[in-house]
């Protein structure tokens, strides 16, 4: 992608921002994310700051219209199935926030005694999956403040652990900048309590 970037968007939170982001390839329009980083280190700031969708800038325009354009859906349609990961859809979403597939693809009926949901309520995996993305962003956080900044940062890095299994126990697929979050926290705790446990056992030994 062209380094000359523009911005034509900026949601408060990067499931949107992602789901922007499928919408605009769709369209064969490559986009990518600003302020990703600062969102993952302060997420309850996220309202304030949020998440730069840029594109290169002979698609700007487009991307700008594009956008525009979708932003009627909402108002105008109901959730919808996906048929894939079996999940609830919120209205004026043209992906499914979760498998990523486009919805002429993967939306079926809802099932027999499916509860539909109403439009402008948020489905319960969409609020489950902003919890899991949340407790990694906190893990993340834990972990990074606990590599060496205060004092006894094994029982910080235990805490980050706890984090991460509370949102792997929700059972929900978060984003893929989230996975990678989840993993490059994961590491940097194993990694500290490996050399905490390696120490104990070297000095229990002499």
Not at 4 to 25: G, K, N, T
Not at 139 to 165: D, E, K, N
Request: aromatic share 8%; hydrophobic share 45%.
């Amino acid at each position: 992608m062209s380094s000359d970037l523009i911005e034509v968007a900026r949601p408060p939170y990067l499931s949107m921002a992602e789901e922007m982001r499928l919408f605009l390839e769709q369209h064969d329009i490559e986009a990518v994310f600003d302020n990703t980083n600062m969102g993952a280190m302060m997420p309850h700031l996220g309202t304030a700051i949020g998440v730069s969708v840029l594109v290169a800038r002979p698609d700007a325009v487009r991307a700008s219209q594009l956008l525009e354009q979708r932003r009627p859906v909402a108002a105008t349609t109901g959730p919808w199935y996906c048929g894939a990961c079996k999940v609830d859809v919120e209205p004026g979403f043209e992906a499914c926030w979760s498998c990523g597939q486009a919805r002429a693809e993967v939306e079926q009926p809802f099932p027999e005694g499916h509860a539909v949901p109403s439009p402008g309520v948020e489905p319960e995996d969409a609020v489950k999956k902003q919890k899991a993305e949340d407790l990694i962003q906190r893990a993340w956080r834990t972990a990074l403040l606990c590599f060496g900044v205060i004092p006894l940062p094994v029982i910080g890095h235990l805490y980050s652990l706890m984090l991460l299994l509370e949102s792997t126990g929700l059972g929900v697929q978060v984003s893929p900048d989230s996975r990678r979050l989840f993993l490059r926290t994961l590491f940097i705790d194993l990694a500290v309590l490996g050399v905490f446990v390696a120490l104990l056992t070297a000095l229990s030994f002499r």
